[in-house]
């Protein structure tokens, strides 16, 4: 048996031709990209990709090995496309996301709607992010129906809620920004706290039936759960609507989940406060306007991706952000409409349309996906 030292030595020796084999292999990873500059060819093949692979693998005998050599030469042509799209960015190769650039918002003149009625968590997101800079605002019954005011251009901006941390993501809101042509330019989170309304004069004893939101409703259900098993849970559209209801019916036995807010302006009682499951529940809501734009100081994007429905494919595009140092803090998948089994990719990164690291991700992404989409940076 040989010294385990001499095998080093000899991987060390190995492991240097390798890395002398590799430069030079990506020495002629530029000249193709040069080459693909001077022709317009795009820089990601798959057909040539996969010939080449199979080819590669045919070499090898030993069946872990054939498998071995197709991973690592699958890692070493993502590398090699990495290389080739910064070349092609450095010779004014670009991806145009259709934004522009600004120093700060003006929302002096801006008109905003929200969905709900008065006192939804809606409102209160729109009134926290815009304070009094806005001159106008006004509500609509569906998120659908604020998207809509945007497109007509009754609103400026529209304020929807897109994730929980407690419920989860809002669905229908991730496909409403597949659908409709808007931009997301900035956020609001949202601490939420739900309390248990009723009218004045009632007791948690007289409750029989409450009403509120489903993702309200499902943000309380280990309260619901644990001590008030006997109710009968309703779902209404909103949190403010259910407030309004049991003030309109005046039945002492109905009860609401809503905000403290909502027992201000809808004369209710609070019953009692907090009942959320989760203390530090809070919902992160988007502005969305019809004008592509982005605060120069904006450090998070937004992204939508539709891929190939192939083996790799996520890891493939993923893989541009990683060798350009970028940080994915999120990822949603949603089914494409009309397409059974195959999904669109909702992703937030950190940065900026102007950094460098981010238009050559940006290039690289819309050469190996199907189609890519900047949905703001905010």
């Not at 002629?28 to 001077?38: F, M, P, W």
């Not at 990495?82 to 092609?88: D, G, H, M, T, V």
């Not at 659908?179 to 009723?198: D, M, S, T």
Request: proline residues 1%; glycine residues 6%; aromatic residues 8%.
């Amino acid at each position: 048996m040989r010294d385990l030292g001499e095998l080093r030595e000899d991987i060390d020796k190995v492991d240097k031709e390798i890395l002398k084999l590799f430069t030079e292999r990506m020495e002629l990873a530029c000249q193709v990209a040069e080459y693909k500059i001077a022709t317009g060819k795009k820089v990601y093949d798959k057909a040539r990709e996969d010939e080449k692979l199979a080819k590669l693998a045919s070499y090898v005998d030993d069946p872990f090995n054939a498998q071995a050599v197709h991973e690592l030469y699958t890692q070493i042509m993502s590398i090699s496309r990495k290389k080739q799209f910064a070349i092609l960015r450095d010779n004014g190769v670009s991806f145009d996301t259709g934004f522009t650039q600004i120093q700060d918002f003006d929302f002096s003149d801006a008109t905003v709607c929200f969905q709900g009625v008065q006192g939804a968590y809606s409102q209160l997101a729109m009134l926290a992010f815009f304070n009094e800079d806005m001159k106008d605002s006004f509500h609509v019954d569906l998120w659908r129906d604020a998207m809509d005011a945007i497109s007509d251009g009754r609103a400026d901006y529209a304020v929807l809620p897109i994730e929980n941390s407690l419920a989860g993501s809002i669905e229908e809101n991730f496909d409403l920004l597949s659908e409709y042509n808007v931009a997301i330019i900035g956020e609001q989170i949202l601490k939420v706290n739900h309390a248990l309304l009723g009218i004045k004069g009632a007791t948690i004893d007289d409750i029989k039936t409450v009403y509120s939101h489903p993702k309200a409703i499902s943000q309380c259900e280990g309260y619901i759960r644990t001590k008030h098993l006997d109710w009968d849970v309703k779902n209404l559209r909103n949190t403010a609507m259910s407030a309004m209801k049991i003030r309109d019916d005046g039945d002492i036995t109905q009860a609401a989940i809503g905000s403290k807010y909502n027992a201000i302006l809808y004369d209710l009682d609070i019953l009692e406060e907090n009942i959320q499951d989760d203390k530090n529940n809070e919902t992160r809501f988007i502005i969305v306007s019809k004008d592509k734009k982005y605060r120069k100081s904006a450090d998070k994007i937004s992204l939508c991706l539709e891929i190939s429905h192939q083996p790799g494919s996520l890891y493939r595009i993923l893989s541009n952000l990683i060798f350009n140092g970028i940080n994915m803090n999120r990822i949603e998948s949603r089914p494409i409409k009309g397409v059974n089994w195959q999904y669109r990719f909702f992703i937030d990164i950190d940065g900026n349309l102007n950094d460098e690291a981010v238009r050559n991700a940006l290039i690289g992404l819309s050469e190996e996906c199907v189609s890519v989409r900047v949905l703001g940076n905010y």
